[in-house]
Structures are given as structure tokens and as C-alpha cells.
């Protein structure tokens, strides 16, 4: 069974950056495509970008096109996000997953998740 901790996130003014980071075990890190997703208060997790276990193809929701950039490291078992342009409506606790592709990543059908970690930009 994967474990899956993220940390990173913080309280930044609008325009600023953070850069979001998920250790992972458990599992062959280097085999797993990596998926970032969101949850804002009173609404549903949303996915935010996907990667695949090479890093070699990227996916990206519309909403941080351009903003946000995933990457990972398989030598160290750790995903990335690098948050920039950052805007109040990307307040949420952010959470990674894996899965086998991404396609799989963005079905979003995963058994359990990590704590997540808290993102809160000011305006």
C-alpha cells in the first residue's frame, strides 16, 4: 500500500509562489504516474496536474495552465509542484495520488490519500 505525504504549502499573498513537494513508499515510485489535486472548502477535489513515471508527459488543468509546473524526482521518491502567479481561488489543501497512467491519474478513483497539505493566498 502506497503512504503519501505532502508539505510544502503555506499562506502567501497573491503573485507569490510555493513549491509543494509528495514523498511516497510503499510502491515502485519510478513505475507511477503522479497526480496533484485540490480541495476547497465546501467544494469537490479537483485535479490540478498529472505526470507521467518517466516525467516525460505532463497534464495540466485549464484553471493553472501556464501557473503551475509538475516535475519529480524518481531517485528520490518525491513529486513536485511549483506554484507561481499565485490567486486566492487557489486556496485549497492540495493532495497527491499516483497511478499506473495519466489517464488513470485524472479518473481519480484512488482508495486512500495522504493528509494533504494546506495552500492559502491572500488577496
Known amino acids: 500500500q502506497v503512504q503519501l505525504v505532502e508539505s510544502g504549502g503555506g499562506l502567501v499573498q497573491a503573485g507569490g509562489s510555493l513549491r509543494l513537494s509528495c514523498a511516497a513508499s510503499g510502491r515502485t515510485f519510478s513505475r507511477y504516474a503522479m497526480g496533484w489535486f485540490r480541495q476547497a472548502p465546501g467544494k469537490e477535489r479537483e485535479f490540478v496536474a498529472a505526470i507521467s513515471w518517466s516525467g516525460g508527459g505532463t497534464d495540466y488543468a485549464d484553471s493553472v495552465k501556464g501557473r503551475f509546473t509538475i516535475s519529480r524526482d524518481n531517485a528520490k521518491n518525491t513529486a513536485f509542484l511549483q506554484m507561481n502567479s499565485l490567486k486566492p481561488e487557489d486556496t485549497a489543501v492540495y493532495y497527491c495520488?499516483?497511478?499506473?497512467?495519466?489517464?488513470?491519474?485524472?479518473?481519480?478513483?484512488?482508495?486512500?490519500w495522504g493528509q494533504g497539505t494546506q495552500v492559502t493566498v491572500s488577496s
Open positions: 495520488n499516483q497511478a499506473l497512467t495519466i489517464t488513470a491519474i485524472r479518473r481519480a478513483n484512488f482508495g486512500s
